[in-house]
């Protein structure tokens, strides 16, 4: 059986059969992504959807951390039609159980640290992203700006298991959610 | 369905059986083999000991219980739907290279069995040309045997071929020698007569010359007669098309004829909406000039009735002649249209034969119908132009 779990964590074959699990179930996404500013910086939110399984739920009962590492990028088209990245962030958000308080801890950027009793809200948080990418005074007018953004999940210790080391992207099918705004004028930001 | 389409039906209904056995059998060693997950007991003692723990060290050991159960319950989730994936990849990839790898098996045994089916079907339509490559195997064993066997069917053809021609010829030079025969003994025996009367300076020689001399010219006008008809038979008449009016064809011969048919009733009901057709008038009047010296010859002292009816049915052109006449025994009736068949006294056998010829070469077919003792019926389909 371990064999077995180790083969079924090799991303290449996770990825085959994520083709097929897509026919049947749909696969993570992230909602449309709003950005607005807030405080003289560009601000985006956006949600993960349909990221947790009953499977990923059981890990996350165990008192492991799950943990989604976010990455966001701002790129700037001008005017020749020159891209490029004017901005780069990443996210860490983890949820993690404690069997013995019942209680789920949410770590936000690790920097918050919020306490959930019940397993649907911590799953809403954690799935929940809101980053400034980066200063209004940086927006052109006339240059064109889009916002990509992905997730991907951590890797957790199975003692059970011989390579002790389990990547809980199987869980995804190693299909990491991604998702790209649309190009949005300099003009427009400036306006919100 | 065909054999290929059947043994490759039969393949994919296998493959996916056995595809819904594999991800039965899978599902079941994993619900086996992950059984304990389902057992909720065994999670709430562990919760149970995590939260009645008595010591820092024992609650340790409890959590890290619990943990690793959770941890293998959620692995167990995710192997169960990558089983069932893992399962339907194996077997649909399984079940194409089965059905092509069957495909290209059946195509190369049926391959032979094909051009064996098609072979055969030619050799049956009379093309004795055909040979087939030979394919290794038992397969090769059939092929050979039909090769040989249209090697063996061509030589028995060809033999059949020379006796019929050699039949035919003995018909043909027996009929001659009979017909030529009764001419030239009346020719010898007028002659001998003559001879004998001259000698003995008969004084009714002059009367006597006159009458031998006529029937000499009688026998020799019978010998050019048969000479022509069987010249005319071996000479295959091409006919030359051109528009002729069929009705106005028949009544002609009626009416130059009306002297031989006296005593006869001829009824004639031809259809006016025939147009006019594509006919070589000469050899087609020959047909029709047949066909009445037929009826005629079936009558006892020329006393009977004839109906000739002429319409148009389904772009062809027929023609019926029919009479009551003496008709033909059943055993004969499939030889009437064999050259130098005659069931008469007289006669070269050749004037049936000559109306099939010439109704073929026109493009059309001729059909007999007849009743010993009742008559006959003579019916020529011939084509109708566009």
Redesign the interface.
């Known amino acids: 059986?371990p064999l077995?779990?180790k083969i079924?964590g090799i991303k290449a074959?996770?990825t085959?059969?994520g083709l097929?699990?897509l026919l049947t179930k749909s696969s993570p996404g992230f909602t449309p992504i709003i950005i607005s500013i807030e405080k003289d910086s560009v601000i985006i939110e956006t949600s993960l959807k349909k990221c947790f399984?009953?499977?990923?739920?059981?890990?996350i009962?165990?008192?492991?951390e799950v943990a989604i590492f976010y990455s966001c990028w701002l790129f700037e088209k001008d005017p020749e039609k020159n891209v490029k990245t004017v901005a780069e962030k990443s996210l860490y958000q983890s949820i993690t159980f404690y069997?013995?308080e019942n209680r789920f801890y949410v770590s936000i950027d690790q920097d918050s640290l919020i306490i959930f009793t019940e397993l649907e809200q911590a799953k809403t948080a954690v799935s929940s992203v809101k980053m400034s990418v980066v200063p209004l005074a940086l927006i052109k007018d006339n240059n064109l700006y889009s916002v990509k953004i992905d997730a991907v999940l951590n890797t957790?210790e199975?003692?059970?298991?011989e390579a002790k080391q389990?990547d809980l992207n199987?869980?995804w099918n190693f299909k990491y959610p991604r998702q790209n705004s649309a190009w949005v004028k300099g003009k427009e930001f400036l306006k919100r | 369905m065909s054999l290929r389409g059947k043994a490759i039906l039969i393949f994919a209904v296998m493959s996916l059986i056995y595809t819904c056995f594999l991800i039965a059998f899978m599902l079941y060693l994993t619900t086996t083999?992950f059984g304990i997950w389902e057992n909720r007991e065994i999670e709430k003692g562990l919760?149970i000991a995590?939260?009645s723990a008595q010591s820092p060290l024992e609650?340790t050991q409890a959590?890290?219980a619990?943990?690793?159960?959770?941890?293998?319950?959620?692995?167990?989730?995710?192997?169960e739907?990558?089983i069932i994936?893992?399962s339907?990849?194996f077997g649909t990839v399984f079940f194409l290279l089965s059905v092509i790898i069957i495909s290209l098996i059946l195509f190369r045994i049926t391959r032979p069995l094909r051009e064996l089916s098609v072979a055969l079907s030619k050799a049956g339509k009379g093309d004795l040309e055909i040979t087939i490559s030979q394919p290794r195997g038992e397969i090769g064993k059939v092929v050979n045997a039909f090769n040989e066997m249209t090697v063996q069917l061509k030589r028995s053809r060809e033999r059949l071929k020379q006796t019929e021609r050699i039949a035919a010829w003995r018909d043909a030079a027996r009929t001659m020698a009979h017909e030529i025969r009764n001419p030239l003994t009346a020719i010898r025996l007028s002659t001998e007569r003559l001879i004998k009367r001259f000698k003995n300076k008969d004084k009714d020689l002059p009367k006597i010359l006159e009458k031998s001399s006529q029937m000499i010219l009688t026998e020799i006008n019978t010998l050019q007669k048969l000479a022509k008809e069987f010249s005319d038979f071996a000479r295959s008449p091409y006919p030359a098309l051109k528009p002729t009016n069929l009705n106005t064809l028949i009544k002609e011969m009626i009416t130059d004829y009306e002297d031989y048919s006296k005593g006869v009733k001829i009824t004639k009901i031809l259809d006016p909406k025939i147009s006019k057709i594509y006919l070589d008038k000469e050899l087609m009047r020959r047909v029709f000039l047949n066909l009445l010296k037929n009826s005629l010859d079936a009558f006892d002292n020329n006393k009977g009735e004839i109906l000739i009816k002429t319409e148009r049915n389904r772009g062809k052109v027929i023609v019926y002649f029919e009479d009551n006449g003496s008709g033909f025994d059943s055993e004969n009736l499939d030889r009437v249209f064999d050259p130098y068949f005659t069931t008469k006294t007289k006669g070269t056998g050749l004037g049936l034969a000559v109306v099939k010829q010439i109704v073929n070469e026109h493009g059309g077919e001729v059909i007999i119908e007849s009743e010993s003792g009742k008559g006959t019926r003579i019916i020529i389909r011939l084509p109708l132009p566009g």
């Open positions: 059986m077995l779990l079924l074959i996770g085959i059969i097929l699990v399984s009953k499977g990923l739920d059981e890990i009962m165990s008192g492991s069997p013995a957790i199975i003692e059970a298991i389990f199987a869980f | 083999t919760v995590v939260n609650q959590e890290k619990l943990k690793t159960y959770r941890q293998l319950k959620g692995l167990r989730n995710l192997f739907g990558q994936g893992f339907l990849l």
